[in-house]
């Protein structure tokens, strides 16, 4: 028997993926990462990874964050010197919004930030 789609996982988040986003490099606009937002609907959490691209030194340990938090509710956090990425980090957040917040720093000194929202259940 086939996995259903909340069995699947990627990256270490079990669901369906409903967003992706670029962590662009502050100065030059190059991508140094990819976050990827998950919600599995048989738990009812919310995962994220942040993980690195081949511009963002993949392979190579430097500061790299993900943080997942319910508005006025549950948050997380993987913050630390990874050479792939940050994450998995999950959270439950029924009836909440949910943000996210990605970090990239790089061995060259490349730097990129992002932080978004709006996804609400």
């Avoid at 699947?8 to 993926?17: I, L, R, W």
Wanted: with cysteine; net charge positive.
């Amino acid at each position: 028997m086939a996995p259903t789609a909340s069995a699947a996982t990627q990256y270490g988040c079990p669901g369906k993926k409903i967003a992706s986003y670029s962590v662009t490099e502050r100065n030059e606009g190059f991508n140094l990462s990819n976050v990827y937002l998950y919600y599995d609907g048989a738990t009812g959490k919310n995962c994220v990874v942040n993980r690195r691209t081949g511009l963002g030194e993949f392979g190579t340990r430097a500061r790299l964050e993900v943080h997942l938090w319910a508005v006025g509710g549950q948050s997380a956090s993987d913050v630390g010197n990874f050479a792939e990425q940050a994450g998995p980090i999950s959270i439950s957040a029924p009836g909440r919004c949910i943000r996210v917040k990605a970090v990239v720093h790089t061995v060259s000194g490349y730097y990129g930030d992002l932080e978004f929202g709006g996804f609400c259940g």
